[in-house]
């Protein structure tokens, strides 16, 4: 009894970690390099004020399945004295570590490295902004040797992930966030 007790567990134990190791699998990490860049970062030129938050963070995204490292952020735009667009409430929530799909209600930008480099300096993503309809940027930073300055540009892209249903308005006038700004972290 004792020996198909002993043989039953084996196999148990050993297809579970066969499955786990099939299924996961990891597709980009960033060699520990973001959380330098992690914390509060601020641009204001008097009309405009944005204030972003980021936060280093490892997922695993199921759908494909791999493990990540990025920076999630939180935004606060301000025309004036008038709040645009702000999910900055949000910045110290619990980001999960298991996700399905684009997982927005955790975050508003999502930057990573493209190579596992200590020389890189430059960030890619996107930044999602919500004004009438939902708007996605595509964003690549430069940052500045002492990582303390960031060179922010944003190019407007009219899918998000190709479906269409998507109401896509891009704000004009005093609702259009700066296309290219200068952030300085604080």
């Known amino acids: ?31 520990n390099l973001l959380q330098q860049y992690a914390g509060d970062w601020l641009y204001t030129n008097g009309a405009d004020t944005i204030k ?5 963070h490892r997922g695993k995204y199921t759908q494909p399945t791999y493990i990540f490292d990025a920076l999630w952020g939180f935004i606060e735009y301000k025309h004036g004295n008038t709040i645009v667009v702000s999910d900055y409430a949000n910045r110290f929530i619990t980001i999960p570590y298991i996700m399905k799909g684009w997982p927005v209600m955790y975050q508003t930008i999502w930057l990573r490295f493209r190579n596992c480099n200590i020389n890189e300096s430059n960030l ?40 269409l249903s998507i109401p896509w308005n891009r704000p004009t006038g005093a609702n259009a966030m700066p296309m290219d700004f200068v952030l300085i972290k604080q």
């Not at 972003?52 to 280093?56: D, S, T």
């Not at 993503?125 to 309809?133: D, K, M, N, S, V």
């Open 1 to 31: 009894m004792k020996k198909i007790l002993l043989i039953t567990s084996f196999i148990t134990i050993n297809y579970s970690v066969t499955a786990q190791t099939a299924i996961d699998y990891t597709e980009y990490d960033t060699c």
């Open 52 to 56: 972003i938050y980021l936060k280093a």
């Open 124 to 163: 890619f993503g996107r930044l999602r902004y919500q004004f009438a309809g939902i708007q996605l940027y595509n964003v690549k930073v430069t940052l500045s040797n002492n990582g303390t300055v960031m060179q922010w540009h944003q190019e407007f892209q009219q899918t998000d992930h190709n479906d």
